[in-house]
């Protein structure tokens, strides 16, 4: 009789997982459908892209858990079917390369590219100045890219040089600069990207995507007359006001609990901003697509891999952290370390990449993303 309740309980207990099993696969097949639905179609698909790391890892654990079963085996065929049509969100969730060799070092014929969201270069901390813009402004000189992008980058409103502007051009021998504003702070502070370039720039133009969301596309003369255009985007953010930020955190921390109203107030921003960005990401892919030279495009993208955003963004394009990234290459330091919301894509044809390199810094909530290129003949 106990063996019988023994074999019993074991039948229950490997059905239960089972099912579990399906729902987690039914999970991961949601992602791996949002990211090819735009959420201005079925909007409340784009919540699933967030949670994207913990399916693949719920996928994952299954698999090795019926290789290891006794009985049941056969069970595995699910987690590995839903692997196999997922591989690819599997490479840009997490970077894999470990061993590889990783190049930062300059050259010639070699070009180094860095985006940076540097949040106001520590503005919205003051007047309690803890010395966020002389890091930054120290990062930049240290690293030395040849094409720099910075989205939130403040300047005067009479004067775009000023505060920092000047600074960055003089200490890194930029030879051309350009700034497009998208938000103000007060009546004399301008927020914006700012692109510096040790190259020429050539038919700049900006693409107004939204009100108060624009993109930054030019021409960079490089060595030898080859022509490379370049995208800088600073797309719409997630919404959140400071307080429900805060909120966020504090769930995060386990230091509060999620009141039902204010989740349901968080998740409505969510879903409006997914829904305007989508809008945007087909703008401007459509605007890209007609490029007479090869492309890379880099900035904020405030959406996660696998997103709609990010695939329509991606294209035809390659992305340096799924060639040379590791582990989840968190760019924003709030809420999940999975979060990685800035980009540098590029086209294959034209640059080659050495090396990547993400590293987590406390001047911004975001940390830069830097790719080092060799120029292809």
Known sequence: MAQQRTSLFRRVFGHTLFLINIGVALWLGLCFIAGMVPPYKITWLALFPLTLPFALLANLFFLFLWLFVARGK???VLPIFMLALCYKLLFISFGWNFFGKNDMSPAPQRIKIMSWNVHGLGIFDKPKDNGKDTGILAFIRQQAP???CLPELYT????TLQ?????????NGYKDFRFQYDNTLGTKIYLGIG???KFPIRDYQMLALAPGVNALMCDFELPGKKMLRGCFVHL???LLPDKDKATLESIKNRQAPLEVARGIGIRSRLLVAFYRRS???????????ESPYPVFMCG???DVPGSYTYQRMRGSLADAFEEKGRGFGRTYNLFSPTLRIDYLFYSGSALELLGYYSPRLPFSDHNPVIGNFEIKN
């Not at 005067?156 to 004067?159: H, S, Y």
């Not at 505060?163 to 200490?171: G, N």
């Open 74 to 76: 056969w069970r595995v």
């Open 146 to 148: 040849d094409i720099l």
């Open 156 to 159: 005067n409103k009479g004067n």
């Open 163 to 171: 505060p920092y502007s000047a600074r960055i051009l003089a200490m």
């Open 195 to 197: 692109v510096f370039s």
């Open 236 to 238: 719409q953010s997630f």
């Open 279 to 289: 809008l945007q990401a087909d703008k401007l892919a459509g605007v890209l697509a």
């Open 300 to 302: 904020d993208f405030n």
